[in-house]
């Protein structure tokens, strides 16, 4: 009894280690924003985002991170606020213009592959390069393929 429990919990940890490679391998890649046109196109033209009427912070400069997979339809899915700078109610606006974006498969991934990535949506941001591009890299987020 003894040999088939060692047996039995050995194929059990050969089975939960495939399965775990298995889903690794299946996971979309994570492309930053910047290279995110080697593999998918933007096709919108406009967007349409809820803005609330009142909130925190609506009027402010500031950005939104927003995280989602593209799926092989070309659909935003998974789509996420993962960060708000000021603190606020934009989170909501941005996620609203993420999900009603619409992709074609481009570049390196003509069979139109899942991917991850993240958006950067800004708020009243100022006129000045120097001083918008600052605001903007406060939303952006490690661990994207940048090459």
Known sequence: MIRTSILTGAVAAVLLLAAGTAAAQSEPR???PERLPNYW??????????????????????????????GSNGLPQNVVAAKTVPAGDLAQ????????????????????????TYYVVGFNLPEDPARKAAILKQCELPGYQTT
């Open 30 to 32: 994570k492309v930053a």
């Open 41 to 70: 196109t933007l096709t919108n033209t406009s967007v349409n985002a809820d803005v609330p009427n009142t909130g925190k912070n609506l009027d402010q400069p500031g950005c939104v991170a927003v995280t989602y997979m593209i």
């Open 93 to 116: 606006v941005g996620v609203s213009a993420v999900k009603d974006f619409r992709y074609a498969p481009s570049g390196v991934n003509r069979v139109g592959d899942p991917v991850r």
